[in-house]
């Protein structure tokens, strides 16, 4: 008995997965996978505003990160973000964007936000590439960008790429 014996449709659907698989690959890739290389703050806020589509110049106020400046293991760091806003209709936080100087992808995480929220706050975990700042980035409905950084100083790093150079 052949125990690859698949139909048609299923090494169809294999190999669609496969390739989107790989594609998927591709696409990370393409997300400016820099490991060890430390991102300027030009870089970090140039990198959001392409993603974002937005031209603002962020000013450092109204948003508060709280997350441990020592960190045992980057493999789970916890992290508070909280935006001062009323959080109504006519000024709330739109969107909250987690940033990483060292990690191969720029946006951590990036969070949407409304008046339904009812408070802009958040509370994560983050896998840290090693020492480095982490920036908190908010864009309000009144389409003002607000950021907060804080630099980490992580024992043990997370997120290593051993295949790049």
């Known amino acids: 008995m052949n125990i690859f014996n698949f139909s048609s449709s299923k090494r169809q659907l294999l190999l669609g997965l496969s390739v989107g698989g790989f594609g998927w690959l591709g696409f990370a890739r393409a997300q400016n996978m820099t490991s060890g290389r430390l991102r300027s703050m030009e870089e970090m806020l140039s990198g959001v505003e392409a993603f974002a589509r937005s031209p603002k110049t962020p000013i450092e106020s109204r948003v508060k990160m709280y997350i441990p400046l020592l ?15 009323a959080m109504t209709e006519a000024d709330h936080v739109q969107s ?32 840290l590439a090693g020492s480095q700042k982490v920036m908190a980035l908010a864009r309000c409905s ?4 607000y950021y907060h950084t804080v ?11 051993a295949s790049e150079s």
Request: charged fraction near 20%; hydrophobic fraction near 40%; include cysteine.
């Open 71 to 85: 960190a045992d293991n980057g493999n789970s760091v916890p992290a508070n973000v909280v935006v001062e806003s």
């Open 151 to 161: 630099d980490v100083i992580a024992t043990e790093s997370a997120c290593v790429d």
């Open 142 to 145: 009144d389409d003002r960008w």
């Open 96 to 127: 909250l964007y987690l940033l990483s100087q060292r990690n191969p992808v720029l946006i951590m995480a990036h969070f949407h936000m409304g008046p339904w929220s009812g408070r802009a706050e958040i509370n994560t975990r983050l896998r």
